[in-house]
């Protein structure tokens, strides 16, 4: 729930002014990260790409704050491109840490056995 609500708030941000794209995409990089990191599950990083439909309706980003006129939704797709290879990157390194701290763990405990 946290990283849709990270996501919604990148679309927002980035829909008042594209000059936010660095801190809508900070948030929902870090958001995607965090997500990864929890869950160790890569195909969740398809969730990214929610953004995309979100984005739609929000037409092109605001002009009056001085900043570039761009698709809303063309913001979503790289960032969700973006961001699912950030989900899955994390999961994929958790997983990674995890299985080598067991094998290490494991070897440790079958030293002293053996030496005993």
């Known amino acids: 729930m946290a990283y849709l609500a990270a996501m919604i708030v990148a679309i927002v941000l980035f829909n008042a002014n594209t000059r936010n794209q660095t801190v809508a995409m900070g948030i929902w990089g870090l958001a ?3 997500l990864g990191l929890r869950t160790r599950t ?3 990083g ?3 790409f929610v953004a995309i439909p979100l984005a739609v309706p929000f ?3 605001n002009q009056s704050a001085g900043g570039d006129v761009t698709p809303v939704w063309s913001f979503a797709l ?3 491109i973006l961001a699912a290879i950030a989900v899955a990157l994390s999961a994929f390194s958790a ?3 995890e299985r080598w701290r067991a094998r290490s763990t ?3 405990h079958r030293g002293n056995r053996e030496g005993e």
Do not use: D, E, N
């Open 106 to 108: 494991g070897r440790s």
């Open 59 to 61: 037409g092109s980003s």
């Open 95 to 97: 997983r990674a840490i």
């Open 78 to 80: 790289v960032g969700g």
């Open 32 to 34: 995607s990260v965090a």
């Open 42 to 44: 890569t195909w969740l």
């Open 46 to 48: 398809l969730v990214a």
